[in-house]
């Protein structure tokens, strides 16, 4: 069921935070929703799982085609923690599971197949309260998107998670799209967003600044690197050559180059494109700068002979 909102605003009493922001979440995907502290990104999250009301603007689930109010259609992991302290993990963990409307076996399955693959086996008979920030850090997760959500809003979800922690959750991110989840996903690590896949947004004082997939964005704001080695004759002498050239038209900057490198009678030896991985990116939309680009290129096609 995709979630929609359209031109959506909010304020703060006087103090407006979110300005005409439109997103859409459709199943099985994954939108990157990211953006500077005091963005307005939980503000966002809030408004799209019906817990505030836009001052305009709408936020609406489809069903059938029909639209409809979010509130209790939508599964929210809040950015903080909420879990209950003086209970077990397994409580906890089943007491989601009751308020996703799982009964029986079915809610003790629920829990023991969350518990596996958030890697909680172990801590279930363990006061919640007492386990560690990042343990509690995937109960809270598990909590919130326990029962096959059609929905999920992930509101940085691996704060404080340890690598193997932040590696489960990320799996289960996915698997949670795979099964066909609509999914947002806040977060101010970029190599998970780089690892989701997926769309970005980026939310830059209350208004998106850019929104599409990786290549999208590069297609849009990025310098792609174009590596281009020749070889042939010249005047008699073998003669190697080592380029890199920057453009915003890889395709077509290639067509022209390897266009006057066979013209010229030279073989070309290799290829290699760089685009701008998503830092250079982030940091061309939000702050209006390229640095760094070469430094966090990703390679997307290497050629050549090698
Ligand atoms: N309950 C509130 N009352 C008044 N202002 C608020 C309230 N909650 C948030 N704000 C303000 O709204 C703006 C957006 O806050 P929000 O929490 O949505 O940002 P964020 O992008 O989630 O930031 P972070 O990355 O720090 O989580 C901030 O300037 C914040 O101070
Ligand atoms: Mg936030």
Redesign the pocket.
Known sequence: MPLIAQRVSYS??Q?Q??TDVSLRLDEGTIVSLL????????????LLVGLRSPSSGQVSVLVGGRSHPPAGRVSWVP?RIGIYPTLSVRENLSYAAALAGLRGRGRAAAVAGMAEKLGLEALLTATAGRISGGEQRRVHLGMGIMGRPSSALL??PTVGADIESRAQILAMVRDLARDGTAICY?T?TISEVEELGGRIAI?LG?VIRAEGSREDLATRYGMSVIELETAGIVDGAQVRTKRQISTSTPDKTLGTLIGETVGAGLTVEQVRVYQPGVASLYERIVHGNSADEVASAVPTCPAGDD
């Open positions: 703060y009493g103090r935070v979110l953006g500077p502290n005091g963005a307005g990104k939980t503000t966002l999250i809030s950015q509101d940085e806040t101010h939310l209350g």
